[in-house]
Nanobody, 125 residues
């Protein structure tokens, strides 16, 4: 059973930085395609970033491109989302997702098989 546990969320001021991490069971983070999604109150879950299981291209949502960076630490079996220049509209619950069958970065939530419980990120003064 694959388990994903997010951490690192919190309150940050606009323009600030925050890093959220996803710890995966077994060797999930090193051999699965991983992704971050987010969901704001009253809105649908939306794609943030995805890192494929091979050395293929990483994908970002246009709204976070240039500000967010997704990375993988195989030794620790984790993925991390570094978020810089945060905006109020980045406020959401951030979810980690994993797929054992995808070989490229994919933005569609339905393509991912495993999900974490989410971590709250609030950008506010």
């Amino acid at each position: 059973q694959v388990q994903l546990v997010e951490s690192g969320g919190g309150l940050v001021q606009p323009g600030g930085s925050l890093r959220v991490s996803c710890a995966a069971s077994e060797h999930t983070a090193s051999v699965y395609t991983m992704a971050w999604f987010r969901q704001a109150p009253g809105k649908e879950r939306e794609f943030v970033a995805s890192i494929p299981r091979n050395s293929g291209a990483i994908a970002y949502a246009e709204s976070v491109k240039g500000r967010f960076t997704i990375s993988r630490d195989n030794a620790r079996n984790t993925i991390t989302l570094q978020m810089n220049s945060l905006k109020r509209e980045d406020t959401a619950v951030y979810f980690c997702a994993a797929s054992p069958s995808l070989w490229t970065a994919v933005a569609r939530a339905s393509m991912y098989d495993y999900w974490g419980q989410g971590t709250q990120v609030t950008v506010s003064t």
